[in-house]
């Protein structure tokens, strides 16, 4: 079965600090990866998305992730924070065989960044 | 253009009542998405409409929670007999299915309290 994991359950950062949000998933075939973030009282939306190509992939307000197949991994990072990425972050993952496409989600990190 | 929306913002019930959740997905899009945020659970995976298919209903809880959709396009999550155990905001995706390289976009969710 797919499992994701998310190291970090609360980031607390100050404005202009680099960001880097573990994302480690268990899957033996070929998956899609994402990050997803909620902010404060919004509804989830998509920061970025890896399906295949070149492993490192630019997202939205300046966020990038980068895929490692042989570690499983799939990191998040920003090099400078600002107070207006404070939100929940989720990593999550489907697999791109015949088993629909329905995400398996990491536990959510919450980043609080500090102005 | 408009995005997955959802029905009621809020629902709060009585335990053993039956409830009914709206999703409305975004325009064209074939797939379609129930899952269910806790603070216990995190993000799960309930049930997955796509096209005229059979639904895999594989993420279910019980057989109290059943789901719908008709013409392609509305869903409708039923829970019957709500128990305290099913508060949580439940969230709506659709996405348009495309062999194993699909995003899925999010609507608010509903937030239900069983009392």
């Known amino acids: 079965a797919q499992s994701v994991s998310q190291h970090n359950h609360h980031v607390i950062l100050s404005e202009a600090a680099s960001l880097e949000l573990g994302c480690n998933y268990s899957y033996g075939g070929t998956v899609n990866l994402f990050w997803y973030v909620q902010y404060p009282g919004q509804h989830l939306q998509l920061l970025l998305k890896y399906f295949s190509g070149d492993p490192l992939v630019k997202g939205i307000k300046g966020f990038e992730a980068e895929f490692i197949k042989s570690k499983f991994s799939f990191n998040l990072r920003k090099p400078s924070v600002q107070w207006s990425d404070t939100a929940e972050y989720f990593c999550a993952v489907n697999a791109r065989d015949n088993q629909g496409g329905k995400l398996i989600f990491g536990q959510g990190t919450e980043l609080s960044v500090k102005p | 253009g408009a995005g997955v929306s959802q029905s009621p913002s809020n629902k709060v019930t009585e335990k053993g009542k039956d409830v009914e959740l709206r999703c409305d997905p975004i325009?064209?899009?074939?797939?379609l998405y129930w899952y269910r945020q806790s603070l216990g659970q995190g993000l799960e995976f309930l049930i997955y409409f796509q096209g005229n298919s059979a639904p895999d209903k594989s993420g279910l809880p019980s057989d109290r929670f059943s789901a719908e959709r008709t013409g392609g396009s509305v869903s409708t999550l039923t829970i019957q007999r709500t128990q305290q155990e099913d508060s949580a905001v439940y969230l709506c995706a659709s996405s348009l299915a495309l062999a194993g390289r699909e995003t899925q976009y999010f609507g608010p969710g509903t937030r239900l309290l069983v009392l």
């Open positions: 325009s064209g899009h074939t797939a």
